[in-house]
């Protein structure tokens, strides 16, 4: 006998809870579609020599290698390996399939993807990202980065966990800015960036104190524009273009930056997404080199401590390593199990109601074929229904349909039979009401449509 | 710079047809849920140990294992691999779960499976299942092995694929007709049952000469009957109960399997399945030895060259390995990559219209928030939406939308604004008309839904 079980770092759900994952993931893939969105999978293994172009480095000690069994008994290197994001798989695609794809490209991809991180609470070694990204052919228009904040705003509003800022900053305004500042030098910027991005954990006298220390040695002035400029949170949309005007003339990088960011709060403005759900935030850089321009982090107002819940930005050339095209390129990323585990741990998130909407009971076995056909018609109008294919107790259906999370109980007897009607259960209300067999998908479609105006899951 | 390529043996799509064989997906995972299976998603790998609980033999030979680089290096057995089937995993997952599950358990499970398959046109080493299991405790009742085929055909039927016939069987009613012919050893029923699988392929004759050969050795007589028996095709729901009654009375397990099938057919009568699309077939017996009483296989009146594109039945007991409870089960699945796969190849599917319903043009980059403002309408009321952010010459958009298969066209130019309309243009039936920008949404609703009603795709 083998004892089941499954490797840590691995989130497996029981059903209730799949069922809240399930409409979580519902949610984003249907916005990312209303926002015109195309689907796109790839292959959960890559070739690794084409998956891992740079040798070394952070990411490949945390890749899965895969091998089939002739290959492992051969030895060798392994020729697979398990995607690590989705975005090298995105570069691939668009390289191999250029020819096929209409520019600008716009894809969104929701797969889970590995890493082979230590077991620690809260690391998943299988997670899913539900990435959008838009790539252009040779060029780009800055409009697109206005429209993946507007895609979260759609996202983040519909899965209803609270307000929530999209945090905007670009990385040319903060390249500008430090080069006015005399750090010219694109590596020095990056250590200097990397010490902001401690901000929150470190706490800004440490962060302060660091960048005036032997390492930076930058002059106090310098290190108090520094720390007054990246503590800049806009408060409105009308704040934000003023922190922008701020900035002053400056040098052409910083120009442009400005330009495009303002640019971006105009357009996010023109998309009806609200002031109270956007602000610029100078702090933002992205741990990545990847990103050269926009930046985007999103975090939950009454949860600050759960981090960024959606970030990305743009960059300058998704798939150098596989074309010689330059492919320009915006993207954002979910990380929904994280989210979700983060959701469940802040009690944002309980279990769901359960996907079955009805169950038909069955109090005598002579009525199974009519508990069958008022299950077909329920079906046919669209209502999730399961049948007691066996009869019990009463009180024994109505605990199996209660814990499950069922919230009607149908129930057709001899004395509903003989009046011909059946009788419906609201586990939720505990309101029962009797109605005709013809008329009664369209009764359970009415007290479903209610709950879903109400806004209750 | 590396050439972009994946793996042979995996589908990857190009997004018109991704979003056919999502939509494929789609219509699977409704109907499972409408009849109140559950989900259930397992990680991708499974520790090896759990994973294959046999030693050796076909299925092992097949498996692809996961190492992380660190575990690579220092050599020894790999500790994960990727589930080969979703069977296993469920087993797994119920054993380890049992006491957080209520009984029967209905679970439904669409994820990917691996297999090292050689490369082979049509064979695929990643490919999706779609399962539907129902797992007893103790004991499950034979009402349950009805559903299955009633949530067949409501897959199929949705799916749009033409005339289908789902073949039921029982293997109880199998041995005890060899029974009865004195073929009562087990491993000699499975001989001749192996070779009754190749009926389609070898032909009756063939077959038939197998039988009566120096391997079985079988009377002339026997042969007969045995070849008369798994003929047997029923023409109509009256027909499978006669066919059933001309067996006879025989050995109880002979009835037993008649019974249990009787029930079937009744039941399914009773769910509303229409009588063209099951029928007893005698020959249907599913390679594994696993199945004990009623199996399934569906097969395209129009297209037998498919083969199979659903099978299952019933088993004994699915967790054995992993625990002392009994779990008797009955499920199904389909092999939706490979189905979709033959369905492009037989030409039953083609390229989806795009998920984009409507572009909204743009003429003038002045008008950029009007289309914002537009698109956002649009999705508000739960349409598709995609915006042309850059002005382009309308020949181009139209150009662009319809090599996209996005249906509609939305203009809003000078000559609209002055006149307070919007110009919505139907790709698909190249008529146009004009509307208030407030009534647009509305509109297009009405249009698409008479596709809907109209079954068009």
Not at 33 to 48: D, H, K, Q
Not at 174 to 189: K, M, T
Not at 214 to 232: H, K, S
């Amino acid at each position: 006998m083998i004892k089941p079980r499954t490797t840590p770092g691995v989130m497996e759900l029981l059903p209730r809870d799949q069922i809240a994952f399930q409409r979580m993931l519902d949610v984003i893939r249907r916005n990312y579609e209303r926002f015109g969105f195309l689907p796109v999978e790839t292959p959960v293994f890559e070739l690794s020599e084409v998956l891992l172009t740079k040798t070394g480095g952070e990411t490949e000690r945390q890749v899965y290698f895969v091998q089939s069994t002739g290959a492992l008994e051969q030895g060798g290197q392994p020729e697979l390996a398990l995607r690590f994001d989705l975005t090298v798989p995105l570069a691939r695609y668009v390289a191999e399939h250029e020819h096929d794809l209409a520019f600008p490209f716009r894809r969104y991809q929701i797969q889970r993807v590995y890493r082979g991180e230590r077991a620690q609470r809260g690391r998943f070694r299988e997670f899913y990202q539900c990435d959008i990204d838009v790539i252009g052919k040779d060029a780009l228009g800055i409009r697109h980065d206005a429209e993946l904040p507007a895609v979260i705003h759609a996202v983040f509003t519909e899965l209803g966990v609270g307000p929530f800022t999209i945090q905007l900053n670009n990385r040319k305004l903060l390249r500008g800015f430090f080069e006015g500042l005399g750090i010219a030098d694109g590596e020095r910027q990056a250590l200097v960036l990397r010490e902001i991005d401690k901000l929150d954990k470190r706490g800004a006298d440490a962060v302060r104190a660091t960048l005036t220390g032997p390492d930076f040695q930058l002059a106090d002035n310098v290190a108090d524009q520094i720390m007054a400029f990246v503590q800049v949170r806009s408060t409105s949309h009308a704040d934000a273009l003023a922190r922008l005007a701020a900035l002053g003339e400056g040098n052409a990088t910083l120009a442009q930056g400005v330009a495009e960011l303002r640019e971006v709060l105009e357009l996010l403005k023109a998309h009806g997404v609200p002031e109270k759900n956007y602000a610029v935030n100078f702090s933002i850089a992205r741990g990545l080199d990847y990103y050269t321009g926009t930046v985007y982090e999103t975090t939950l107002d009454e949860h600050p401590q759960i981090g960024s819940v959606c970030s990305g930005g743009r960059y300058e050339d998704l798939a150098s390593h596989y074309t010689k095209s330059k492919l320009p390129g915006v993207g954002i990323s979910i990380g929904a199990t994280r989210l979700f585990w983060q959701l469940r741990e802040a009690g944002i998130l309980s279990t769901a109601e359960s996907s079955v909407e009805v169950m038909v009971g069955l109090m005598d076995d002579a009525r199974l074929a009519d508990s069958l056909d008022i299950a077909r018609r329920l079906r046919a109008a669209g209502i999730n229904a399961e049948v007691q294919l066996e009869a019990k107790k009463l009180a024994k259906q109505f605990q199996y349909a209660d814990r499950a999370g069922i919230r009607f109980v149908v129930l057709y007897g001899e004395d509903e039979a003989t009046r011909g009607v059946v009788k419906v259960k609201d586990l939720r209300s505990q309101e029962q009401f009797e109605v005709s067999r013809e008329e009664l998908a369209a009764a359970i479609k009415v007290e479903l449509e209610q709950q879903r105006a109400m806004g209750v899951r």
